[in-house]
């Protein structure tokens, strides 16, 4: 039992922060700081950052472009990108689609599509969801039919995030209606810019635009964008859901949170002193305090476990149950710390006449922005029904 | 004992109810409380029309009600519509007007609207730490400071202001013109605005204001609550209708029983929420006003907060999305927290006491 | 729309308090305050001095001898009876049997036995539960065969409340094994003195003595004995279930055990002050206080609702949820309130080296005992069960 | 990082679990833990012999661990088995032993029970508040004043007693036959005792004791909360078991998906337990042992309760049992909250760090 981490680990860690001290233009972590949503120049740019040092594919083999890290270098990376306040790195190519591309792509798609997401010319989006069906992935029912050398696609997707920015979209399309619900689902490439195709904003709760619905009608897709085999994409779904689940718990985002929840608690005032005098306040930083730091180490262990047997396990559930708690509860003490000064709809006043401190003027959008955490990537529920199973046997 | 409204509130709620859901549905909802002026001045008549105003303040000042079960059928009528109309400046400001033997028909009758503006960045909730100055000028006084969020200030045309006046906490009236009044929308629709007064004239009200100003806030705070529970309750109607039409993996996910009992625990809360909601306006301007309003904020906070996150995670996806209602409800009731006193102001006050 | 009682409520108020305030001997409320377990002879001296007065069967029609109160009275004697710290009514005879027998008995058994529950020369119990069948009610296994004039009965109860001090119980029996569960099922009363009845002691978790375990072997009861009709019982008991539940939010009892923990706070020092100064634990107690103050005007407003319609709802489930859970928190902050001096197993201690305080001794093991509450009577998964299908109708 | 028992701490897991299974089961522990004099001589022999309370004390002091993971080993183990003797008393006896430089060799031998006596009716969890008083008396010291609820103290033959001295807390070797103590046994069984000190002779140990006493509670928390953990795992399985196994309306009532959930909730939150308890084993004797400690106290506080009641309340009325063990497990999770300060205490301390 030890949870220091190696010399080497440590030397790496220094050479992380000092990557980003020296590299993370100001403009960046200000963008990310004030909480908004970010423009795709300051997403390009920093994934051309990271790209231009070999840091960008951090869960790839070295074949195919990634620094061969180990899982907790990875992790080691993410604290830092998080401390440095860098954007997130946008997963949809290079932790969903590589990976899938890596274990069930042909070696043309292999060497076609992984250096284009490398140097960005592709941003790929998902194509999994639909409005039927949420959490049921499996009764999904875009359908993609074979007619000649082509498929063709109709039907709708949604929930497709950052898709306004995207070229190349991945699907789960059912190929074959006549067999059980989990048998009849391929997965396929399409390039947005295809014929038939429209992508049409989601303005959600709180008023921004982060998610799309994508229509399919007669959409031609050459058959050689099959990935893997037809009917196989249950199997590759699954890969990806059970497939290392980089940072499901937060923990470097909830570390940031905290620590900006102090800062605006030593800085507002109520009752005539800082609101982190306030016991009741100071309260429930404390206790969300605790429960991340429990949560860091439950994070570490099952690290552990999954660097030792190479897979994670259906324990990992548990990361994302009380992760995404523990990061919302946070966003609500950001908001409840602003008092009134959380109401006034973000970017209608300028920064003299916005009641709420620098950074914090998006905090009620963000609370809100955030309950999404518990609901996507399998909700909270989906994981306890997973757990059920998994662990308790019932 | 009587649980029951009498006729005439019951026809007012019936009124305002009908009138809301018919007139003003919920995409007109939304244009009015997302667009400047962030309300909609025909709906506005109409409100005031219907009595929704007189309603609030009692005969001796013009009205025909101003209890606290008036005050709470308002409200509730207005919560379940997520009707965005500066009602409340209204209230509070004719309970200041009513402590200042003040004529309040321009304001009754909608003619002229009021805003309330106490709060500032670093005095949100109390009076102690306003740092708003008053001093004598001329024949009137001149107000130096700056109140923030004065809700429905982005329309008002008087301003009923906070400030110190010899140390003590005075009340003014100040004509909005005369002020450097900056408006915006909020996060849950509606409108507010930061006041910025510099040597601005305003009219003397009270001199001595904190009474009168604890009496508005407990019955704002009953408007608030009444509001909350009636969006609670249709935040609550929506969530089980989506629980009974809603299939995942072929069945109702109203049949997941998890979903059923996190369903009945809502439920539960919302008529505790009722509960000291009810008590609260009972109590409305007797001697244990303040602690009963403090209890019923503290409740409403944490109710509000519940149904609006479990409305959410019960949806799924939909429930996140601006074009769903319930995601409106869900920011209302979360807001409403932040407003004249949230969850834990209110709980020490009850400690304190 | 009025909160306030009539004057003539406000009297008889007045009225229930003197009564107490001159009747109620010290010893009892006394041993009410102390919190451990009430003696059978302080039970049955109470009983007597309630019948006595009249206001023993609160619930009963004057025909039968009860005080003729609307269901406010009744509210108000029970807040009285708390306020003054007077025992409870053991409710098996006068709250359950007697309008059981109201409803269904024959002339007879009401002529016999409803005097006899007044003077308190029956003591009944009740013989429901079965191990194997707890919230499950329907399928109790217990076995009653005709045998001539007689039923003969075989099979087991279990959580008979103080069935140590009772002479008869009332049982709900199979008659008839054939048919859907909830059809074979007969009410039946037996005299405890029967041979073939065993009674043993249940030891409660917190050491306690309140519950029993009755064996039934080849009991001869009288046919007579049946209470409406053979295979009548899951009637009479889902009749005594909706019946109107007195009580079932203990409004009054949380009440109590508010002001105990109040009193407790000012009294013990933590951290070199009052408990009910430091700020957590004082909201801790102003939290339930609100619940609690709220859930008096929940109680009333389904007691007004019930009494306009004659009978109360599927609605009193919340009661019944809500009002555990706040006496069961209350409990805790009393238990939570001494710190290690609620450790002390009660009643090995004499009092001036007991470290907790006069009438405290008792605390952890009455927030033990407590647990009980949300599981008896229907737990409160089986209220939620109910709301579902009544107030949601999911 | 390694999150692997070492081989030695594996072995004493295990040997120490085994004997718990197998010599002392469950009715042999509640004849110990609930009869006077509460604890069973000949098991605590045979625990010592196996090494439990060597494994407490490092090498110069005698023992061969003394680490925070040596302490959480053998508490783990003993806290899967509810196992009531007194082995808290000695690991904080030898801290205190050890920061004095005293021999402990009759303490590690489980020759001599010790028992620490710092809490008192009015200063249960701080120092700053206590009571006893030492002064100089002839070649010694003589010592006055109560201490209360002194765990183990039932059955110690030496007391360290927390008192002042000259305005600060000292420590003192007191024979417990020497004070007055007054055994008795605990709602969750195990026992404590009254100890009454009336210029009754003790030795000095630290004329200034505040930091060995923090080193001793900083480590009798990682035992505590290790204890908790251990007891935590058993009674989770047990319920789970239940749920397996239990029949209602025809099905097992683990097939209720509110009581899975609410499982998965209660597996959640130990293996939160077990982590915090991690930690803090980790920090102990380092510079921020004290805030790492109270982090673990108060979210074992919450964890405790939480898998108590939920196990409870799932089991439903047999767990209300004396004769279910799983009733004893929830005692034991709830009751150990009051030992070395609650989960409010411990907040309070996070808060002011």
């Known amino acids: 039992m030890d949870l220091s ?117 592709d941003w790929w989006c998902q194509g999994y969801s639909e409005p039927g ?49 989990q048998k009849g ?11 038939g195709i429209e992508m049409r904003p989601i303005k959600l709760i709180e008023g921004g635009h982060e998610v799309n619905e994508v229509f399919f009608t007669d959409v031609r897709v050459p058959a050689e964008n099959l990935v893997g085999e037809e009917n196989q994409g249950w199997t590759i779904a699954k890969f990806l859901l059970t497939h290392e689940r980089t940072n499901i718990a937060g923990v470097g985002f909830s570390m940031q949170s905290l620590e900006e929840v102090k800062a605006l608690a030593r800085k507002v005032m109520r009752n ?29 262990r099952m690290l552990y476990k999954a ?88 | 004992m009587d649980f029951d409204l009498t006729e005439d509130r019951q026809m007012l709620s019936d009124s305002l109810t009908r009138y809301l859901r018919e007139k003003y549905p919920f995409e007109a909802r939304n244009k009015a409380a997302y ?60 309970r200041l007007l009513s402590a200042a033997g003040a004529d309040q028909e321009a304001l009754l009758s909608g003619v002229q609207k009021y805003a309330v503006a106490t709060g500032e960045i670093d005095a949100w909730y109390g009076l102690d730490a306003i740092g708003t100055q008053a001093k004598a000028s001329g024949d009137g006084y001149a ?82 609550c009444a509001e909350a529970v009636g969006a609670m309750d249709v935040l609550q109607a929506m969530t089980v209708e989506y629980l009974r039409t809603r299939k995942q993996f072929g069945v109702a996910i109203g049949k997941f029983q998890v979903l059923q009992h996190r369903a009945v625990d809502m439920l539960t809360e919302i008529e505790q929420a009722r509960s000291i909601t009810i008590k609260a306006a009972a109590e409305l301007g007797g001697p244990e006003a303040a602690r009963y309003a403090s209890m019923a904020k503290n409740l409403i906070g944490r109710a509000g907060r519940l149904v609006a996150e479990e409305a959410i995670q019960m949806h799924g996806g939909i429930a996140m999305t601006w074009e769903y209602p ?6 209302r009731l979360v807001m409403i927290d932040a407003q004249l006193g949230d969850t834990d102001y209110h709980l020490s006050r009850v400690m304190a006491a």
Chains 1, 3 share one sequence.
């Open chain 1, 272 to 300: 005539g002193r800082p609101l982190i005098e306030d016991p009741l306040f100071a309260a429930r930083v404390a206790q969300v305090e605790i429960d991340l730091e429990a949560m860091k180490l439950t994070n570490l």
């Open chain 1, 185 to 195: 689902i391929s997965f396929i490439l399409v390039d947005l810019d295809t014929p």
């Open chain 2, 35 to 94: 667009e400047a002026p962030y309300h909609s001045q025909s709906h506005w008549e109409a409100l005031s029309e219907l009595g929704a105003l007189y309603a609030l303040a009692p005969e001796e000042a013009g009205g025909f009600g101003g209890t606290g079960f008036d005050i709470s059928v308002v409200f509730e009528a207005l919560g379940g519509a997520l009707c965005p109309e500066p009602v409340l400046g209204a209230l509070m400001a004719s």
């Open chain 2, 143 to 224: 107000l130096s400071g700056r109140k923030s969020v004065v809700y429905g200030g982005q329309v008002a045309d008087q301003l009923l202001v906070a400030a110190k006046l010899d140390g003590k906490v005075a009340l003014f009236q100040v004509a909005a013109d005369a002020a450097s009044v900056t408006g915006y929308g909020m996060m849950d629709g509606g409108g507010a605005a930061e006041v910025v007064l510099e040597d601005t004239p305003g009219t003397l009200l009270l001199a001595d204001a904190a009474e009168a100003l604890a009496d508005a806030a407990n019955a704002g705070i009953v408007a608030l």
């Open chain 1, 5 to 121: 981490f190696t010399p080497e680990e440590q030397a790496f860690r220094e050479e992380v922060r000092a990557f980003f001290a020296e590299n993370l233009p100001k403009e960046m972590s200000d963008a990310v700081r004030a909480g908004g949503e970010l423009t795709k120049d300051i997403m390009d740019r920093y994934h051309a950052l990271l790209n231009d040092k070999g840091w960008l594919a951090t869960t790839w083999p070295e074949e195919f472009g990634g620094p061969g890290w180990s899982p907790v270098q990875r992790h080691i990376f993410e604290e830092e990108a998080c401390r440095a306040y860098a954007p997130r790195i946008v997963p949809f190519g290079l932790a969903m689609l590589g990976p899938v591309l890596q274990q069930f792509g042909s070696k043309a798609q292999q060497d076609y599509y992984l250096p284009r997401i490398l140097s960005g010319e």
């Open chain 1, 307 to 394: 660097q030792k047997q190479g897979a994670p396990g259906p324990e990992t559930s548990i990361l994302k149950i009380k992760g995404t708690v523990i990061g919302q509860e946070l966003k609500d003490l950001a908001r409840r710390a602003l008092g009134p000064s959380a109401a006034p709809f973000p970017g209608l006043l300028s920064a003299n006449l916005d009641p709420a401190p620098e950074d914090a003027a998006h905090n009620a959008a963000r609370y809100f922005n955030n309950r999404k955490t518990s609901i996507f990537g399998g909700s909270n529920e989906i994981q306890r029904n997973i757990l059920t199973k998994t662990m308790l046997e019932l």
């Open chain 2, 326 to 331: 319930g995601s409106h409800y869900a920011k």
């Open chain 1, 133 to 181: 069906a949420g959490s049921d992935l499996a009764s999904l029912k875009t359908r993609a039919v074979r007619d000649g050398d082509d498929y063709v696609i109709n039907g709708q997707k949604t929930w497709t995030t950052l898709g306004q920015h995207a070229n190349k979209i991945f699907c789960l399309v059912r190929t074959d209606p006549d067999v059980k619900q």
